[in-house]
């Protein structure tokens, strides 16, 4: 079982900078591909980005890429995303997951959720 919790969100005005954190406890962190999504009120939850559990390849969705970068480190249990230059259309709850496959992590189903944190930006 992985439990994982995000921190980090809050409220920014247009064209600032945000880190989320989502720690995870487990012992194999390590062997879990990461991601973040987010949904916004109204909307179906979307994709935002990912990270293989070696952290040599990411993805991400074509409205954050530039600006947000998705980031791991394994020593401390822990997947980050770096999100600069945030839009009003950036605002949302932000979901971390977890999948023991890339594939499923980024395409569903996936193994795991956090709780979500909040992301607001004012415009």
């Known amino acids: 079982q992985v439990q994982l919790v995000e921190s980090g969100g809050g409220v920014v005005q247009t064209g600032g900078s945000l880190r989320l954190s989502c720690a995870a406890s487990?012992?194999?962190?390590?062997?879990?591909?990461l991601g973040w999504f987010r949904q916004a009120p109204g909307k179906e939850r979307e994709f935002v980005a990912a990270i293989t559990r070696s952290t040599s390849t990411t993805s991400y969705s074509d409205s954050v890429k530039g600006r947000f970068t998705i980031s791991r480190d394994n020593a401390k249990n822990t997947v980050y995303l770096q999100m600069n230059i945030l839009k009003p259309e950036d605002s949302g709850v932000y979901y971390c997951?977890?999948?023991?496959?890339?594939?499923?992590?980024?395409?569903?189903?996936?193994?795991?959720w956090g709780q979500g944190t909040q992301v607001t930006v004012s415009s």
């Open positions: 997951a977890a999948d023991s496959s890339y594939g499923s992590l980024v395409s569903g189903p996936q193994d795991y």
């Open positions: 487990v012992r194999t962190f390590s062997r879990y591909a």
